[in-house]
């Protein structure tokens, strides 16, 4: 079984379950339209929203929503001992890994699919004025903190006090992309559109997402070994 | 092999062998101790004695705690990394225990730097804190290590693989976080300006990255030694239970 069939295998079966039982899409969304919402509450005086504050509600957002989904996914794979019968499979750890992080990036596409539009209409910001770059930056962020929520929360299955160490040891480490990702964003919304500011955003997030996925992979193997 | 018993696991064979030439402190130990705890008692001494700084005066004498403090601060970050990797390469236990006490070693310097740091910055730039590049790498650097330290704690079993990870990770994200906080700081000019630490090398501040860079040896080298007598302690009740 070669590596792009493996993954795609594992993705399936992940957007299968979801579609099927729809627990964790469903928490999520309501979890992170929640979490909008309080900071929308805590932000607004007199109905006039903060500048600024919307790239920073959209991303805080998509990692805690982010972070959840990670935890419930890998926990379910953890009560069915699907993650055992993967990692006994004939199948290659970097193919697991791959399909696992795909299955989170679209999960959390769908996410800020719904969360854009929220946070454009409650904060009143054009954020939908560039979507191009709007989804250069999405895509690569999401990819970002994927790719170290994934590796940490495959480790931590067996682990005790993994709903808390999960975060712990994720936001530090995407500390670049949280800083690229929200000024990335905030760039799109100035009246004049510096390309040059947005182009340096959207490249450090690529480097990151290459350097890190590298690295996972690499590690995954080593990791996973019982 | 072993003249005992077959019965003896191979594991806690290994436990043992790994273990003995970390528990035995070498002949050179204790004599750098005195010489370390020496040149401690004497650097007030030799500090007091420098000329004074043209710009900042007496204030500026921190910088001779502030700086061996911040090396010591990547010089344990870099044993830290360097370690991770050779454990999960190599799988030897002497490795994981150099990479915890060099995380251990990571937080005690980064809070020596990080409290130093502020109350030098209070009286020659008038604020506490500013998010500058450096303090800001900082900061996140020490709180990857902080992460460390708890994932070892309270990560159970397997932690140790997954904090050598996170000693990678956190390792090749050091310049991803310079970057980002540089541009994130450019783009918006300063309001204070940030003078670069002097560069006159005098003497007293080789006295004191000399004294500090022996307490970083010489913290690590018994701290891997507080590790490898633990595993001899699981690895001999583990033989009790036969």
Known sequence: MNFARIAWLILRKDLTVEVRSGEVAFTTLLFAVSCVLVFAFAFVREGIPPQGAAPAVLWIAVMFAGTLALGRTFDRERQSETLRALLLAPAGRPAVYTGKLLGIVVLLAGLELLLVPLVAFLFQEPLLAHPFWLGA????????????????????????????????????????????????????????????????????????DVVFVTLALWTFEALMTE | ???????????????????????????????????????????????????????????????????PSAFMFLL???????????????????????????????????????????????????????????????????????????????????????????????????????????????????????????????????FCITAFLLLFVLLLRMRVRLEAQRARLDAMYLSLDE
């Open chain 2, 1 to 67: 092999m072993s003249s005992k018993n077959d019965s003896r696991p191979h594991f806690e064979e290994t436990i043992v062998n790994h273990s003995n030439a970390d528990i035995t402190l070498p002949a050179w130990f204790v004599p750098a101790a005195v010489v370390c705890g020496l040149m401690f008692v004497v650097s007030p001494v030799l500090i007091a004695n420098t000329p004074y700084e043209a710009t900042m005066g007496l204030v500026q004498k921190i910088f001779y705690y502030h700086l």
């Open chain 2, 76 to 206: 344990g970050g870099i044993v830290c990394g360097i370690a991770s990797a050779r454990y999960l390469a190599t799988r030897n236990p002497h490795h994981d225990r150099v990479a915890w006490a060099a995380a251990e070693l990571i937080v005690l310097f980064g809070v020596l730097t990080l409290v130093t740091g502020p109350l030098w910055a209070r009286k020659s730039w008038g604020v506490w804190w500013t998010w500058d590049v450096r303090l800001t790498s900082s900061l996140v650097s020490w709180l990857l290590a902080v992460s460390y330290l708890l994932v070892r704690r309270y990560g159970g079993p397997g932690s140790d693989r997954l904090a050598a990870a996170l000693a990678l990770f956190g390792m090749a994200n050091v310049p991803f976080i310079y970057i980002s906080v540089n541009f994130w700081r450019t783009i918006h000019p300063l309001t204070t300006v940030v003078p670069t630490l002097p560069s006159s090398f005098g003497v007293p501040t080789w």
């Open chain 1, 137 to 208: 930056i999405l895509l690569a962020g999401t990819i970002g903190f994927s790719s170290v929520g994934t590796l940490f929360a495959a480790m931590l299955v067996r682990a005790r006090s993994r709903d808390m160490l999960l975060p712990v040891l994720l936001y530090p480490i995407s500390v670049p992309v949280i800083i690229a990702s929200v000024h990335g964003t905030d760039a799109l919304l100035q009246d004049h559109l510096e390309v040059g500011v947005l182009r340096f955003w959207v490249v450090l997030l690529l480097c990151f």
